[in-house]
C-alpha cells in the first residue's frame, strides 16, 4: 500500500507546481494586458493561448457590467487556490494514509 501512498504524494506535489505555475502565466497574462504588448511577440502569443481557453468562458459567464475591469484572471486565480487548498491537500491527506 506504500507505493499507492507515494503515487497519490508524487501526484499531489506534481499538481501543486503545475497549479502554481499556470497561476504565475495567468498574473503575467494580466499584468501584460495592461500595457499595449506586440501581438507577434511569441511571449505574448504563447501568454494568450495558454490563458485563454480558461479566461473566455469565465467572460462570456460574467456580466458585462461596463466596468472595463476584467476580472476574470482573478476568478482564476481564486479556482487555482481552492484546487490547491482542496485536491491537493486531499491528496496528501490519502496519501498520508496509505503509507
Known amino acids: 500500500m506504500f507505493l499507492i501512498g507515494n503515487f497519490f504524494g508524487a501526484v499531489a506535489i506534481i499538481l501543486h507546481y503545475a497549479l502554481m505555475i499556470y497561476m504565475w502565466i495567468v498574473i503575467a497574462r494580466a499584468v501584460i494586458s495592461w500595457v499595449s504588448p506586440d501581438p507577434y511577440n511569441p511571449i505574448v502569443q504563447f501568454l494568450y493561448r495558454a490563458t485563454e481557453p480558461v ?3 469565465i467572460r462570456r459567464w460574467l456580466p458585462g457590467g461596463g466596468f472595463g ?7 482564476v ?4 487556490y481552492f484546487l490547491d ?12 494514509e496509505l503509507r
Open 55 to 57: 479566461l473566455e468562458p
Open 69 to 75: 475591469i476584467d476580472i476574470s484572471p482573478l476568478i
Open 77 to 80: 486565480i481564486f479556482a487555482i
Open 85 to 96: 487548498f482542496f485536491l491537493v491537500r486531499s491528496l496528501q491527506q490519502i496519501a498520508a
